[in-house]
């Protein structure tokens, strides 16, 4: 399958889950707000150029903001951790080592740590731009934290149960050029 079509397949599903499964569950004490459709965004292959990442950010944001009927509020982060994923894998992996013989970030690729941090780092990011343009206010700052702590806690908890049923399978490539 190309990855072309791997992607849109990869597109639509999370943004159908969202949609349609995490968001029908009721926030617990208005704290916890499961997200995993940005995942498509950090399963991106290593060579997107960061315009086009930035722009299928946008996109993603934009189609689950035309879902719950809020214009930007996730487009907004979504671009915020696009612009940042370069950076963060370029300080957890070498540019000539995983990133020339594999073709997307995963924990076989990255290994486990590393991985994590990335994950956990941009789930973050995400996360508390998210529930600063949501709230526009710093007033309550431990609902704030609190809020983005748990959710961060549940939505790495979804995505490692997302890493361990759907196994991507990458192969390592010997020959580079």
């Given amino acids: 399958m190309s990855n072309l079509v791997k992607n849109i397949i990869r597109f639509i599903l999370f943004i159908l889950v969202q949609v349609f499964v ?18 498509f965004i950090l399963w991106l292959p290593f060579k997107t150029g960061r315009i086009a990442l930035m722009f299928m950010a946008l996109l993603t944001g934009l189609a689950l903001d035309y879902f719950t009927k809020t214009p930007g509020l996730h487009a907004a982060p979504c671009v915020l951790i696009a612009y940042l994923r370069p950076f963060l894998i370029n300080i957890l992996i070498t540019q000539e080592g995983t990133e020339a013989n594999y073709e997307e970030p995963s924990i076989k690729s990255m ?14 990011m995400h996360h508390a731009f998210l529930f600063l343009l949501e709230a526009l206010q710093f007033a309550g700052v431990w609902y704030f934290l609190g809020k ?30």
């Fill in 22 to 39: 995490l968001n029908q569950i009721p926030p617990l004490h208005h704290l916890i707000n499961p997200y995993i459709y940005f995942l």
């Fill in 111 to 124: 290994g486990f740590g590393s991985y994590f941090v990335y994950v956990t780092v941009l789930t973050f």
């Fill in 148 to 177: 983005t702590l748990l959710s961060v806690a549940i939505s790495l908890f979804l995505i490692l149960i997302t890493e361990l049923l759907f196994v991507r399978k990458q192969k390592f490539r010997t020959n580079t050029a």
